[in-house]
């Protein structure tokens, strides 16, 4: 069904987005940027972490790693990743495609400034074979995220 909410958020809100599908599997950085022919760097992954009891996604690049330290900083506690069966049940999406489209229900969505270094990236759509391409900024617009600064800088 996720695909499917993927699908409603663009056509009610930037129809001129089109979701791509591909008969690869795109479950992990690695295999989406092989799928959909970019560099893993411009794969735009979406991390479901519990802050003390807020659940918030945050879509940084693929190649990315987030920095515990700035993530305490910014959202006054530690992050934890959210379980395996959470995942679903709070976005509407499963492991692998969890985008910050067509969720469930609303929650808070943060871009990291990783996705600025690129005019357009590749998030999924909901489901381990599709995703969208799209300009960072635009992403952040369609889904009204707030722009921060957690990950590690790459050395």
Request: hydrophobic letters at 45%; aromatic letters at 6%; a negative charge.
């Amino acid at each position: 069904m996720s695909l499917e909410s993927v699908r409603a958020f663009f056509a009610a809100n930037a129809p001129d987005i089109t979701v791509i599908e591909s008969p690869m599997s795109s479950a992990t950085v690695a295999l989406a940027a092989e799928a959909y022919g970019v560099e893993p760097a411009r794969i735009a992954k979406t991390l479901s972490l519990r802050i003390g009891e807020q659940v918030i996604l945050i879509v940084a690049s693929g190649t990315s790693r987030m920095d515990n330290k700035k993530v305490k900083a910014r959202f006054g506690g530690k992050p934890k990743m959210l379980g395996f069966d959470e995942v679903a049940d709070i976005t509407g999406h499963e492991v692998g495609g969890v985008c910050p489209f067509g969720l469930k229900a609303p929650l808070p969505v943060y871009c990291d400034v990783s996705l600025k270094a690129f005019d357009e990236v590749v998030p999924a759509a909901g489901s381990i074979h599709s995703a969208v391409r799209i300009a960072p900024s635009r992403m952040a617009e369609l889904v009204t995220a707030e722009w921060v600064d957690v990950c590690q800088v790459p050395e």
